[in-house]
Nanobody
Framework: QVQLVESGGGLVQPGGSLRLSCAAS????????MGWYRQAPGKQRELVAA???????NYAEAMKGRFTISTDNAKNTMYLQMNSLKPEDTAVYFC?????????WGQGTQDTVSS
C-alpha cells in the first residue's frame, strides 16, 4: 500500500514562498504521473501542478510562473516550490497520482497566506 505524506506548509505573508514536500513509501514517481492538489475552504479540490513520466509539467493557469513541481527519485520525494504567494493560495495541499487514486490521499499540509 502506497503512502504519501505531505509536509512544509505554514503561515506566510503575501509575496512570500514555501516549498512543500511529498514523501512516498515507494518509488511510484517512475510509474505514475504525479500531481499536487489543493482544497480551499468551501471549494472543491483542484489540481494545481502535474509532472509526467517524460519530465514534462503542467500547471493550472493561476499558478503558471509562480509554482514549480519537481521530483527527487532517489529520495522518493516530490516538491512544490511556491513563490509570490497570494491570500487566495490559502488551502490544504495534497499530493497524489494524476489522475488521483482514492486510496492514496494523505492528510495534506495547510498553507495560509496572510499578513
Amino acid at each position: 500500500q502506497v503512502q504519501l505524506v505531505e509536509s512544509g506548509g505554514g503561515l506566510v505573508q503575501p509575496g512570500g514562498s514555501l516549498r512543500l514536500s511529498c514523501a512516498a513509501s515507494g518509488n511510484i514517481f517512475r510509474i505514475y504521473a504525479m500531481g499536487w492538489y489543493r482544497q480551499a475552504p468551501g471549494k472543491q479540490r483542484e489540481l494545481v501542478a502535474a509532472m509526467f513520466n517524460d519530465g514534462s509539467t503542467n500547471y493550472a493557469e493561476a499558478m503558471k510562473g509562480r509554482f514549480t513541481i519537481s521530483t527527487d527519485n532517489a529520495k522518493n520525494t516530490m516538491y512544490l516550490q511556491m513563490n509570490s504567494l497570494k491570500p487566495e493560495d490559502t488551502a490544504v495541499y495534497f499530493c497524489n497520482t494524476a489522475p488521483a487514486k482514492v486510496d492514496y490521499w494523505g492528510q495534506g499540509t495547510q498553507d495560509t497566506v496572510s499578513s
